[in-house]
């Protein structure tokens, strides 16, 4: 079992007269039952990754929760939902999945068997331990751009240099600090060690916490350096940046960052709209966006934009619109870039009083949907050909 396994798929009769398809992949071992349509996905570990049982879609994150995901329809709009699934009902579905794979393992070929016996001895206990092990290397992985939900997550530093947005609660659980190039080092060691041959599944790093590209040039390019050497197999790079701290580094910065594989930086945007940004204690100028970005851009680093669509509300729609289309314009956007239209749906406190300070009624979901689809209408026609402008609910986030 060393290297990448090619993807192969055998197709083995069941007890309901319907096939059973084991298919091996570079980067996972999937089992699907024709009978049922049942289907589960393991890692190269044979981690339980996510699973559609009974029409049914499941994921589990790393440090062992399960969630089920589904859509629901209303006033001619589709919402995706959350569950959180119980331990005991997720073994349960699990544990039929070992079912069906004890009943074929005979008929399986000798170069699965190590596969095979990997997922066997993942039953629920020796999840939670993974999970566990997962919770002993990593703080909660907060949150995460939607094109980077399957990265190799290192966390070079823990919180946020700011933590007072007022929509924003992903840190408030820990204090702000960088860590030193030998703790990182020995972090990259354990995520190794934790995800082994799972890392297949993983296609680029990402630099977390937040706006991890705070830290100072000078400690940042050996970080850099020390990713590239340890973690070989992986070409391509990607952070968080804050307008407030990286208007500070230059093109050229950014250009030997690049060097060092570092592919795409994400920019809280939020809004172009200062009065929003005020009411949402986001600390930087508009103005300041575009000089960012543009250095980002000369760097030959891709930029990933974010706006927050139905901040503000209603009150404030036409005008979040109107200025955040016009900063778009502003921005030497190109192909390989993307603008994120993130939903708020705004459950933090803080931003609820910013909001009843100005006599502002919180949008309501539809209305939240409503506001977002019609920023990715107006962005979109403003954005070259080859950007995307992908809406998301940050509530989908797992890792
Ligand atoms: S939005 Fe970004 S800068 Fe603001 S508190 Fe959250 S992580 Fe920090």
Request: glycine letters at 8%.
């Amino acid at each position: 079992m060393t290297g990448r396994p090619k993807a192969k798929t055998w197709r083995i009769p069941s007890e309901s007269h319907r096939e059973v398809l084991v298919t091996l992949k570079s980067n996972c071992f999937n089992l699907f039952d024709f009978g049922s349509g049942n289907l589960w996905t393991f890692d190269l570990e044979g981690r339980l990754m996510g699973m559609y049982v009974d029409q049914v879609n499941y994921r589990r994150t790393l440090d062992n929760r399960f969630f089920a995901k589904s859509r629901k329809s209303g006033n001619g709009q589709t919402f995706r939902t959350v569950e959180h699934v119980s331990l005991k009902s997720a073994g349960g579905l699990i544990d039929r999945a070992r079912s069906l794979l004890l009943f074929v393992q005979p008929r399986l070929p000798g170069e699965l068997n190590g596969y095979v016996q990997k997922i066997l001895r993942m039953d629920m206990p020796s999840l939670e331990k993974s999970g566990e092990a997962f919770s002993g290397i990593y703080l909660p992985v907060s949150v995460l751009p939607p094109d980077q939900y399957m990265s190799l997550v290192l966390q070079i530093t823990e919180g946020c240099n700011y933590d007072q947005c007022v929509f924003c609660t992903f840190y408030s659980d820990r204090r702000f600090r960088i860590k030193p190039l030998d703790e990182i080092e020995e972090h990259i060691g354990q995520v190794k060690r934790f995800f082994g041959a799972g890392l297949m599944l993983r296609k680029t790093v990402f630099l977390a916490d937040a706006n991890a590209l705070v830290i100072p040039q000078s400690r940042l390019l050996p970080i850099l350096g020390s990713v590239n050497d340890l973690l070989p197999q992986f070409k391509s790079i990607y952070s968080f940046i804050d307008v407030f701290t990286g208007i500070k580094k230059s093109a050229r910065d950014f250009s030997d960052l690049k060097e060092l594989r570092l592919k795409r930086l994400y920019l809280g945007v939020e809004s172009g709209n200062s009065e929003l940004l005020d009411l949402l204690k986001k600390p930087q100028l508009v103005s300041d966006v575009i000089v960012l970005a543009e250095r980002i851009k000369a760097g030959g680093v891709n930029l990933g934009l974010i706006f927050l669509a139905g901040a503000g509300g209603l009150a404030f729609h036409s005008k979040h619109l109107a200025d955040s289309v016009r900063l778009i314009e502003s921005i030497p956007l190109s192909s390989h870039d993307l603008v994120y239209i993130s939903e708020l749906y705004g459950n933090s406190r803080e931003y609820h009083l910013a909001l009843e300070e100005r006599g502002v009624p919180l949008p309501s979901r539809q209305e939240t949907r409503r506001m977002a689809i019609e920023f990715k209408t107006a962005v979109t026609k403003v954005v070259p050909k080859g950007v995307a402008v992908p809406v998301y609910d940050i509530r989908q986030f797992f890792y």
